[in-house]
């Protein structure tokens, strides 16, 4: 699943491409893509709509319209690509956007992610193999994110913060750092790669960690996310294309594999029914509650 770093990356690249466009017309290809409102509004609504601004809050991805916000989640496999819009839709195709025809002034973009010829005649299509992705059309963004927690870049994410907030709850921390209601943006990739980075075991209760390694967790994730960003995201699965984070991982995926630190074997267990990899050596615990 795309996590913050992908997100960013995506968000950064079509922005430049996507910026005082027209939607002229919306291709509701599966209409379960759309979270809300139902199709026939949809498509009434973002009809003739400009482009103002191209962000992300957490793992959202999200565009500023004239009137209305345009929220899209990817979730396990959804994509976004700038095509031409002479080209044939694609088998998992489920939603097309056909912007005004006009020029760009965006240099090319040499990872294909958006293609010269379709500069002219674009349209911005979500591609989902697995149907997962959801799409939202609000006049108000915090309809759909009101309940997001602190991005990890905010203002208000200090370690003081994140002490407080893990003593606020007893939960293990890997499951409570994946939770967006708590922490907006990581996934289960940058989870792992963070709590390797502040030597914190992925079982330990939130309420036991100590003031110096909510300090260490606190740097950790926001230069992991730094880094990942830096990278333009992990390249995973068939669908993310063109980052190259995954050549620098320390345990995510890597089970059986050496410690960059200290040699010890990673380890892959269950945690909350997700994969979760850790080093033993460098990640210890004196007990699990």
Known sequence: MPELPEVETIARKLKPHL??????????RWARTLAFPNPRKFKSQIKGQEIKDVTRR????????????LLIHLRMSGDLLIKDSKIKPEKHDRLILKLQSAK??????????????????????????????????V????????????????????PKWLHTALHSKHRQIKPLLLDQTFLAGLGNIYTDESLNVAKVHPLMISDAVTVKQAEALHNAIRNV???GIRR??????WVYRGGEFQNYFRVYDRAGKPCPTCGTNIERILV??????????????????
């Not at 909350?272 to 509650?289: K, W």
Request: charged share 20%.
């Open 139 to 158: 006049s108000d963004a915090a309809e759909v994110l009101g309940r997001l927690g602190p991005e990890p870049f905010s203002k208000k994410f200090t």
């Open 232 to 237: 333009n995201g992990a390249s995973f699965d």
């Open 58 to 69: 957490a793992k959202f991805f999200i565009m500023q319209l004239s009137d209305y916000s």
């Open 272 to 289: 909350g029914q997700r994969s979760t990899h850790f080093c033993p050596n460098c990640q210890t615990i004196s007990f699990v509650s």
């Open 19 to 28: 910026l005082g466009k027209m939607i002229m017309e919306a291709d509701v």
């Open 104 to 137: 760009s002034s965006a240099p090319e973009d040499p990872s294909n992610l958006v293609h010269a010829a379709a500069l002219r005649r674009a349209s911005l299509v979500f591609n989902d193999t697995r149907k997962f992705g959801r799409v939202w059309l």
């Open 225 to 227: 996310l730094k880094e």
